[in-house]
């Protein structure tokens, strides 16, 4: 693994990691566009994280903190370097700014029928708690 390189995303990113995510993440979300991965970026600078092995972007991860609770998003892997330890090295990032953040719990967006997902997380020490189901309203 010494190959992959971890960074942080920049505004110069997005178009690549919107394709990216086309590719290699699980289902859509509501922010999946230039202006809401702008305004990810924009606002906290640190939280869009990128694997990038020999300048091909390889995984994401979105470690978002909000001074309470950290949470992580968009983990996602090419198809193409899965089982190659890169979603492990992106939580252990992810995990790494959180604790330097003063975070203390992270929670995570996993879609149900993303079997390969819930394996991923459950490796990586992660436990799904089943008393409690998100709730959303678009704006």
Known sequence: MSDLRIRHA?????????????????????SDDHD?????????????????????????VIA???GWRCSAYRLAVHPGHRRQGIATALLEAA???????????????????NERAQHTWAAGGYHREDHWRRWVKPL
Do not use: C, K, N, Q
Not at 10 to 30: C, H, K, P, Q
Not at 37 to 52: G, H, S
Not at 95 to 113: N, S, T, W
């Open 10 to 30: 920049t505004l110069s990113d997005i178009d690549t990691v919107l394709r990216f995510w086309r590719e290699a993440a699980e289902g859509t979300s509501i």
């Open 95 to 113: 995990e790494r700014r959180f604790a330097a953040l003063g975070g203390r719990r992270v929670d995570a967006m996993v879609l149900e029928a």
């Open 64 to 66: 978002g903190f909000d």
């Open 36 to 60: 809401g991965v702008a305004r990810l970026i924009t606002t906290d600078p640190e939280a869009l994280l990128l694997a990038e092995r020999d300048g091909l972007l390889t995984g994401t």
